[in-house]
């Protein structure tokens, strides 16, 4: 038997891949990913996008693509991102804020993220 939170943190992960699979091959962010030069890393993803799959479009992003512009951790590891996208620069941050378990857990629980990762 799998624990819940073990099954919510899969289903978070495959919708958070189903979303990145779908995002990532829009004509806009697909485009800007090109003019990045990175056309070559996203082939896969955009193949199997093209086809249909997108849970696999997602699987088949290069970590570095995901890793770059997409915050993901504990709250702690998210505040340092977020700090480390200040310190180059950047004045605005859109958060996706993906269903993980500690967040459907609690009805203040995605308050309570949001307000820390506001104050770092």
């Given at each position: ?16 891949g ?10 806009p962010?697909?485009?800007f ?5 990175r ?21 088949a ?10 915050l993901?951790?504990t709250?702690d ?32 629980a995605l ?10």
């Amino acid at each position: 038997m799998v624990p819940a939170a073990r099954l919510l943190s899969a289903m978070a992960a495959l919708e958070t891949g189903r979303f990145l699979g779908w995002i990532t091959n829009q004509p806009p962010y697909c485009a800007f990913h090109a003019w990045l030069g990175r056309g070559e890393a996203l082939a896969q993803s955009r193949r199997r996008f093209d086809t249909g799959d997108v849970e696999g479009a997602g699987q088949a992003l290069p970590d570095e693509i995901v890793d770059g512009p997409w915050l993901h951790g504990t709250p702690d590891d998210c505040r340092q991102q977020i700090a480390a996208f200040r310190q180059t620069g950047v004045t605005s941050i859109l958060l996706y804020v993906a269903p993980t378990p500690e967040l459907v857990t609690g009805a203040d629980a995605l308050t309570d993220v949001l307000a820390y990762l506001a104050s770092s």
